[in-house]
């Protein structure tokens, strides 16, 4: 047992990787007035449990990945299971993994969800594809009318000067997992527009490929979603779009 130990300490898993991060996953430094981070990695109990069953249930080998980068976390989604995309609902039902967490419903987890089932499940697709986002934790600002409402990190241009150091900093650490560099997945027009700037300056990326957001084709596009899979799935396994 000691020996097994040893080794897999010194050749962890892609899910040892993964989990590893997210433990260490915090946000200390100011943000501009009237914006906030929610961490569900440490606001939250019993995340960090369900994040384990999740990764070492779908990424407990040594593949490579395709990396597709979102924006940041919705509060319904990643922002209550820790998991990019992946709602209360979804991940008990497609994923096999019951929790005691509120039952919540995220848009863009429609889409994606419906995605990875004509890829050919979720064992298939996350075999291949590991999700983050340029902010790896869910942003929050303060609403018109009292409270907190999900937010993105360009939203405010102080809110990108802000994060753009943090986030170069996570995307590093994120390419050491071992995803495949040749190509990033982007999500959104707008967030593509700050990638490019930020893998301009790291350098992580040789190229990458730009998709609609989940979001926008289920809210605005639900009629066409059938050739958005179709999209999705010929960049993913092709390589274009």
């Not at 594809?129 to 018109?144: D, H, K, T």
Request: proline fraction near 6%; charged fraction near 25%; hydrophobic fraction near 35%.
């Amino acid at each position: 047992m000691a020996t097994k130990i040893t080794a897999d300490k010194l050749n962890p898993s892609f899910a040892d990787r993964v989990l590893q991060f997210h433990k260490e996953l915090k946000y200390s430094a100011p943000l501009p007035p009237g914006f906030g981070v929610l961490n569900p990695m440490q606001e939250t109990p019993g995340v960090l449990d369900l994040m384990e069953q999740f990764y070492k249930k779908f990424y407990e080998d040594h593949q490579p990945r395709k990396f597709i980068v979102g924006i940041n976390p919705g509060r319904h989604g990643a922002g209550t299971t820790g998991i990019p995309f992946t709602d209360s609902k979804r991940l008990q039902s497609i994923c096999g993994i019951k929790s005691d967490l509120p039952s919540t419903h995220e848009v863009s987890a429609l889409f994606v969800y419906d995605m990875i089932e004509a890829y050919g499940g979720a064992k298939a697709f996350y075999g291949d594809v590991y999700i983050q986002s340029m902010f790896p934790l869910a942003l929050v600002r303060e609403g018109s009318r009292g409270g907190w409402v999900n937010c993105n990190y360009y939203d405010d241009p102080r809110l990108i000067e802000a994060l753009m150091p943090y986030m170069i900093g996570q995307l590093k650490k994120q390419v050491a997992f071992g995803v495949d560099t040749s190509v990033a997945y982007v999500l959104g027009k707008k967030n593509a527009r700050y990638f490019e700037q930020l893998n301009q300056k790291a350098h992580l990326f040789e190229r990458m490929i730009v998709l609609p957001h989940p979001r926008y084709i289920q809210q605005y596009r639900s009629r066409d979603k059938d050739l958005f899979i179709d999209e999705y799935i010929r960049a993913l396994k092709e390589g274009y779009i």
